[in-house]
T-cell receptor
Framework: AQSVTQLDSQVPVFEEAPVELRCNYS??????LFWYVQYPNQGLQLLLK??????LVKGINGFEAEFNKSQTSFHLRKPSVHISDTAEYFC?????????????FGAGTRLAVHP | NAGVTQTPKFQVLKTGQSMTLQCAQD?????MSWYRQDPGMGLRLIHY???????DQGEVPNGYNVSRSTTEDFPLRLLSAAPSQTSVYFC????????????FGEGSRLTVL
């Protein structure tokens, strides 16, 4: 079975500071990895994804994530955050189970950017 | 583009009542799914479908039914609502069931009294 652990439920940070949101996963099969962002009162939207190839993945709004297979991690980073980055961020893993793909989400990390 | 449309956006039910959350997508996606979002628990998969006529259970299927008679529509039915089903429900679809990139609706907030 697959599972996703987001190690921080809340991350407060000052504007223009760097940030890292941590995600670890467990899976017995090859996986695809995703980060989604949810702004208040909205649905989720895709931030970035790792399917194969380069382990450093760049996404929208200046975010990037690095896939580390040996540590089964997929941490999200941004070198300088803005107030508008305040949102909840979800790590998700997708792997074949019973012949069909399912996307399993972590519990989420609430990023609060302060001026 | 409409994308994924969910109705209603808000609903209040009494325990034991039934209702259907509607979900429609206009992107010709084969894969559709329903999630519920609860504080501190992220999103949990309720049911999913890989095409018309095919549905399967996710992590938390109890108390919910689904059907998929067309590619576009994937309704979620609560047959006898319980307070534990108070949640925000999201419908999502994908163009490729093997990739997992999902397109989400705006959510339906359900309160069961």
């Amino acid at each position: 079975a697959q599972s996703v652990t987001q190690l921080d439920s809340q991350v407060p940070v000052f504007e223009e500071a760097p940030v890292e949101l941590r995600c670890n996963y467990s899976s017995s099969v090859s996986v695809y990895l995703f980060w989604y962002v949810q702004y208040p009162n909205q649905g989720l939207q895709l931030l970035l994804k790792y399917l194969s190839g380069s382990t450093l993945v760049k996404g929208i709004n200046g975010f990037e994530a690095e896939f580390n297979k040996s540590q089964t991690s997929f941490h999200l980073r941004k070198p300088s955050v803005h107030i508008s980055d305040t949102a909840e961020y979800f790590c998700a893993v997708s792997g074949i189970s019973g012949g069909y793909n399912k996307l399993i989400f972590g519990a989420g990390t609430r990023l609060a950017v302060h001026p | 583009n409409a994308g994924v449309t969910q109705t209603p956006k808000f609903q209040v039910l009494k325990t034991g009542q039934s209702m259907t959350l509607q979900c429609a997508q206009d992107m010709n996606h084969e894969y559709m799914s329903w999630y519920r979002q609860d504080p501190g628990m992220g999103l949990r998969l309720i049911h999913y479908s890989v095409g018309a006529g095919i549905t399967d259970q996710g992590e938390v299927p109890n108390g919910y039914n689904v059907s998929r008679s067309t590619t576009e529509d994937f309704p979620l039915r609560l047959l006898s609502a319980a307070p534990s089903q108070t949640s925000v429900y999201f419908c999502a679809s994908s163009y490729d069931r093997d990739v997992g990139e999902l397109f989400f609706g705006e959510g339906s907030r359900l309160t069961v009294l």
